[in-house]
Nanobody, 113 residues
C-alpha cells in the first residue's frame, strides 16, 4: 500500500513559481509511475505530468515548457516545479500512483494578482 501527502501549494502572482512536493510511504514506491493531476472548480480532474520509475516523463500540452516533474526514489518523493504560472493553473493539485487508487489529499494552488 502507498500513502501520499502533498505540500507546497499557495497563492502566487501570475508569472511566479511554486514547487509542489509529494511524500510517499510504502516499500514499493520505486516501481510506480507517479503523476500529478489537478482539478479546477467546475472542471474534471486532468493529468498534468507523469514520471516513470526510470525517469521517463510526460506532460500535458498546457504545461509543457513551464512545469517539470521529478522524483527521488531514495527519499520516496515526487516534485512538480511550476514556473510562469498563469491564472488558468489555479486548481487543487493531487499526487497519484499511476493506475491505482492511491491519491493524496490535494494541495491548493491559486494564481492571482
Amino acid at each position: 500500500q502507498v500513502q501520499l501527502v502533498e505540500s507546497g501549494g499557495g497563492l502566487v502572482q501570475p508569472g511566479g513559481s511554486l514547487r509542489l512536493s509529494c511524500a510517499a510511504s510504502g516499500s514499493i514506491f520505486r516501481v510506480y509511475r507517479m503523476a500529478w493531476f489537478r482539478q479546477a472548480p467546475g472542471k474534471q480532474r486532468e493529468l498534468v505530468a507523469s514520471i516513470g520509475s526510470g525517469g521517463t516523463v510526460n506532460y500535458a500540452n498546457s504545461v509543457k515548457g513551464r512545469f517539470t516533474i521529478s522524483r527521488d526514489n531514495a527519499k520516496k518523493m515526487v516534485y512538480l516545479q511550476m514556473n510562469s504560472l498563469e491564472p488558468e493553473d489555479t486548481a487543487v493539485y493531487y499526487c497519484n500512483a499511476w493506475d491505482t487508487s492511491y491519491w493524496g489529499q490535494g494541495t491548493q494552488v491559486t494564481v492571482s494578482s
